[in-house]
């Protein structure tokens, strides 16, 4: 059931359901919130709360160690048993033609992207310099600003309609 | 005398258990009341915070000691909730169904008569409600504001915020609760 207030929270209330005037630094409104906020039920962390978070920090930093020396270990055990394979075994020859097929078509792919993009990039820079040439005749100028000023026109009466609009439907009833 | 945050956290970070029990339990109480105005829960509260302080000390080597070290971890705070909230959406509530779950009342004056004091409970209570149920941008600002005291520059720093913004947001979230306050009955007489 609502509760209407009567003693030490009314004029802070008046305050902040009264005209509220846009934000400046310690107005009375800032202060008449402060006050209502001082109402807030507080919350008081658990026993244990301190401990349990401490532990759970040492915890975590415990286990990202783990976790690092695991993958560390692992690392150097993969180069080192490839490394003694190729030693013992010697690489074959399928090996080293599909690592120099992988690294000849890695350079072409690199060098084709690069080529691309200058390409775009040129082509950008050739359309902006024509749209500009154009853009900076006194009748482009002329005709640019028409529109803008037409369209702020435009959203002007639109903003007035909708606020007739928002003005109407909560008049309340016409009739009965 | 008190040793300062930033060498606790110097500490802290030389694997000193006993500087970071110290910033856990200075900053436990406002961590775990902010987290309980993003969130309906106060166990969740709890858990949130709770992260909030394992991240931070995760993250202690990037602590400018510059700094204020309450910022930083606010910061921090503000990111572990935000995750969360985007993990799960939003719980909102109605302001019948939100009283007495686990929170203590608000700081009562002993001197206060008992009507006044059911007064401020109830607002405290409707307070919370309307809390959870203006938007996450407004919210958070609101509750630095007020309920921590930061000044907005600060506010602006753990929120990456442009201070203009947290203006605006503190602005629109206080129309926007006394809105809330006004539908529910609060009004003056």
């Known amino acids: 059931m609502p509760v209407n207030l009567r003693k030490e929270g009314q004029d802070d209330l008046m305050e902040i359901q009264g005209q509220m005037p846009p934000w ?10 402060m006050r209502l906020f001082s109402t807030l039920p507080l919350v008081e962390p658990s026993a244990g709360f301190i401990q349990r978070t401490v532990d759970a920090a040492w915890e975590a930093q415990a286990a990202r160690r783990r976790w690092i020396h695991w ?19 010697g690489a074959p020859a399928w090996v080293v033609l599909t690592a120099a097929q992988a690294g000849a078509g890695s350079v072409m792919t690199l060098v084709w992207s690069a080529t691309a993009v200058a390409e775009f990039w040129g082509l950008m820079v050739s359309a902006g310099a024509a749209v500009a040439r154009v853009a900076v005749m006194p009748q482009s100028v002329a005709a640019l600003v028409a529109t803008e000023l037409l369209g702020a026109a435009a959203l002007y009466s639109l903003h007035r309609l909708l606020r007739a609009e928002v003005r109407f439907r909560s008049s309340g009833p016409l009739c009965f | ?24 339990s200075r900053y436990s109480s406002a961590a775990v009341n902010i987290a309980a105005r993003l969130v309906r829960d106060r166990a969740l509260a709890e858990d949130l915070a709770q992260e909030a302080f394992v991240r931070a000390f995760a993250r202690l080597k990037t602590y400018d000691p510059q700094r204020k070290f309450s910022s930083w971890f606010f910061q921090v705070l503000h990111n572990v909730s935000v995750d969360h909230l985007r993990r799960r959406r939003l719980e909102t509530v109605s302001l019948d169904g939100l009283q007495t779950d686990g929170y203590s009342g608000p700081p009562t004056d002993p001197a206060a008569s008992p009507e006044a004091a059911a007064e401020r409970t109830a607002l405290g209570s409707a307070l919370r409600a309307a809390l959870l149920r203006i938007r996450l941008a407004y919210r958070e600002p609101l509750v630095l504001k007020y309920q921590q005291g930061l000044g907005v520059e600060e506010i602006a720093e753990i929120l990456g915020l442009p201070e203009g913004t947290v203006k605006t947001h503190l602005h629109r979230g206080r129309k926007e609760l006394a809105d809330i306050l006004a539908a529910a009955g609060w009004k003056p007489d």
């Not at chain 1, 400046?24 to 919130?33: C, N, Q, S, T, Y």
């Not at chain 2, 945050?5 to 110290?22: I, P």
């Open chain 2, 1 to 24: 005398m008190t040793t300062s945050d930033a060498e606790l956290a110097r500490q802290a970070l030389e694997g000193s258990q006993e500087a970071y029990r110290t910033l856990v």
């Open chain 1, 71 to 89: 993958a560390a270990a692992a690392a150097v055990l993969t180069v080192v048993g490839s490394a003694s394979i190729v030693a013992m075994l």
């Open chain 1, 24 to 33: 400046k630094d310690d107005d009375p409104v800032d202060g008449a919130f």
